[in-house]
């Protein structure tokens, strides 16, 4: 009995190494884990906001040539609105699941960031489906466009901890005229 008392320290030495062997190993595997799973909710939470930017951006771009037409706006490629229904039909259509993807995985700020944004846009079709030729109206639109647009990619940026990025405003060289 003497031999496995004189053994007992070393035998509770093992068993404490191993339970502590043990509980590292969970706890960093767990840890690891998390920031795994973290990174896949980000790396959806990007794809979704980029989506909705994609969709909405693309009835904003829709919204310039169709004002260029009506004669509200420089762009260089003027659309009928008759031209761009289908064209603003398709937008609207890839807009709402883009939406529901934002609505599923977004933070309320990012959420309501992008409801000012599309409400911008949709004010601007409705300024556009009006047939209105007011070019400083829609002058004043698209700075609170662009502001929106701002807000929301602002917000984006904080919900993934990513760095601050550029506003998108872009300084245009003046129209030529012929």
Known sequence: MSAFIQQLPALIGVIV???GSYV???RGDHARFRREQAARW???RLTAYTEFARSLKKTVTLSYR???HLGNDPHPHPLSPEDAAPHLAEASDARDPAGEALLMLGT????ARAREWVVTVMDMEQFLRDRI?????WSTMLGKQRAAREGYYAAVRRD???PPG???RWQLPPAQTS
């Open 66 to 68: 169709i004002a260029s």
């Open 24 to 26: 590292a190993t969970t």
């Open 133 to 137: 030729q007011n070019p400083e109206t």
């Open 160 to 162: 993934l901890a990513l």
């Open 166 to 168: 550029h506003s998108g």
């Open 108 to 111: 309320p700020d990012v959420v």
């Open 42 to 44: 980000d790396e959806r």
């Open 17 to 19: 190494g191993a339970a």
